[in-house]
């Protein structure tokens, strides 16, 4: 049986997304880790302090890893990038499973973390360069679906080890674990095609042709849609190239792309500002306020895990029918407004009050914030960025924004804690009040995305005016419409139709491509 086009493209974006099921995992299983008895001998009983910067080391590392990632993936390509991701992401993970003092933890979180933050982002980056404009969408949010995925085996193997093994096995074990999904990423990834931009950014086009069909139209090279791929790809370089060859220059001194990285930037800092972190990591510590004891609170997170992964199922399935702004905006909304709903609860019912309705109810809120949060604005935090930005900066912009989700990241773990021990429940009125203030900022300033191929995102956002609202970039193009002028042979140039470079109409009203 041959796959059509699409699921073989699918399938290729769904390999590289493995490295997100060890981003899941890595954030999940600390929980369980951190509170076993064996583990806090080796480790030497830290103090609070040294507890928090064993998890926040990750996110440091992570956050380091962008410094040098964008150019990396630029200069050897997005498979060797990957690759490398991978061998550093090991190596971290062996040096936390033998770790016989807390600065092994430290070391091995750290190198970790820049694996992890490698492989965040350039599977989503990856998957947009080689996605068809229809189900870039589908594509890229597989990078949630699957960190969903790994937060789910790591609440039950956590609560598994937790209760039912004791010694060095019950963190070792755990830890070990999360080094399985990058192991066929790291032996299999040279195998899938290289990204056909990335080829056409080196000058190698006619690698570039080859891929682009066999990635859309089972290596036929005469395809239609293939052929005008090609030349939109080629003319969108060429013209990047007369205008600049300096990437950092188009970045931050072209206003447009500027107008970008500050949305990309946005977006990754306000998902931090939802308050996903306070609960992911700290959760023992908000369920006790409610009066929730520590095992209860593992195995309600198990059931959290599936919730999210429930979410961001959902997302795959229908971001590219409804579109992103839409989805973002009332997911932004819908999380304020469970954070006042929590507020009051807790306010109200404290630990002490002895009122299992208000904990449940607080439960059942927080549960509906991880439906909301996987299904509309962690999967979009990661895709968004990545879809924004042409060839020429794509790399180095979706570095620079995803260390702002890093570093806005680190900064919520170390507030945390304090906020907790001077404020208490009203340190939700934050995440509470950023759930609107998310919303409303982005329904201002962030335009639709979906369907628009990634060689015609410059002539567009340079059209869309700042304050969205009442223009073209509130609703975007119809995801498919596109994909059938390019199966016609119609070519856009920095907004224009290429009459001269485009293919026939003939031969793209005779000869289809194949969009199953």
Not at 110 to 130: N, R
Not at 141 to 170: D, E, K, P, R, W
Not at 433 to 446: D, E
């Amino acid at each position: 049986m041959v796959l059509s086009p699409k699921v073989y493209t699918w399938l290729c974006g769904l390999f590289a997304a493995l490295g997100s099921v060890t981003f899941g995992y890595d954030l999940g299983i600390i929980a369980s880790v951190l509170p076993s008895p064996n583990f806090l001998d080796t480790v030497g009983h830290p103090n609070d302090t040294q507890l928090g910067f064993i998890t926040s080391c990750l996110l440091l590392g992570a956050f380091a890893s962008n410094i040098y990632i964008g150019s990396l993936a630029d200069l050897v390509g997005r498979r060797l990038s990957i690759l490398a991701g991978c061998i550093v992401f090991l190596l971290g993970g062996a040096i936390q499973v033998s770790a016989q003092n807390i600065h092994y933890m430290y070391g091995g979180r750290f190198l970790a973390g820049m694996g992890i933050g490698m492989l965040a982002m350039l599977a989503p980056l990856y998957q947009a360069e080689i996605a068809h404009p229809s189900i870039r969408g589908r594509l890229t949010t597989l990078q949630q679906f699957m960190l969903g995925i790994g937060s789910f085996v790591a609440s039950f193997i956590g609560y598994g080890c937790y209760h039912g093994i004791s010694g060095q096995a019950q963190w070792r074990i755990p830890l070990g674990i999360q080094l399985v999904p990058a192991i066929p990423l790291a032996i299999f990834i040279l195998l899938l095609p290289e990204s056909p931009r990335y080829l056409a950014m080196k000058g190698r086009d006619d690698d570039a042709l080859q891929i682009l069909a066999r990635l859309h139209a089972h290596g036929d090279t005469s395809d239609p849609f293939v052929v005008a791929e090609h030349r939109e790809i080629l003319d969108q370089i060429a013209l990047e190239k007369l205008e600049t060859r300096n990437a950092w220059h188009q970045l931050f001194f072209i206003p447009s792309n500027f107008r970008r990285l500050f949305l990309g930037v946005a977006i990754q800092f306000s998902v931090q500002m939802t308050g996903v972190s306070v609960i992911q990591y700290y959760s023992p510590t908000i369920f006790a306020s409610i009066g929730i004891d520590t095992s209860t609170t593992l195995g309600l997170q198990s059931g959290n895990s599936v919730i999210a992964l429930i979410g961001e199922a959902l997302c795959v399935m229908y971001i590219d029918k409804f579109g992103r702004r839409p989805v973002y905006v009332a997911g932004n909304a819908l999380s304020g407004f469970t954070f006042v709903i929590g507020t009051i609860i807790i306010a109200l019912f404290p630990a002490g009050s002895n009122n299992p309705n208000a904990s449940r109810a607080f439960v059942s809120m927080t549960w509906l914030f991880n439906l909301v949060f996987s299904a509309c604005i962690g999967p979009l935090s990661w895709a968004v960025p990545v879809e924004m930005f042409n060839s020429a900066t794509r790399a180095k912009a979706t570095a620079i924004t995803s260390s702002a989700a890093w570093i806005s990241n680190f900064m919520i773990a170390q507030v945390t804690p304090v906020a907790f021990n001077n404020v208490g429940w009203k340190f939700y009125l934050v995440f509470a009040i950023c759930g609107f203030s998310n919303a409303l900022f982005f329904w201002a300033l962030l335009p639709e995305t979906r369907g628009i191929p990634l060689e015609e995102l410059d002539a567009y956002f340079e059209t869309v005016p700042l304050l969205v609202p009442g223009s073209v970039g509130a609703t975007g193009y119809d995801a498919s419409t596109r994909e059938r002028e390019l199966a016609q042979g119609r070519v856009f140039v920095h907004g224009k139709e290429d009459l001269e470079r485009g293919a026939s109409p003939e031969k793209g009203q005779t000869q289809q491509a194949e969009y199953v």
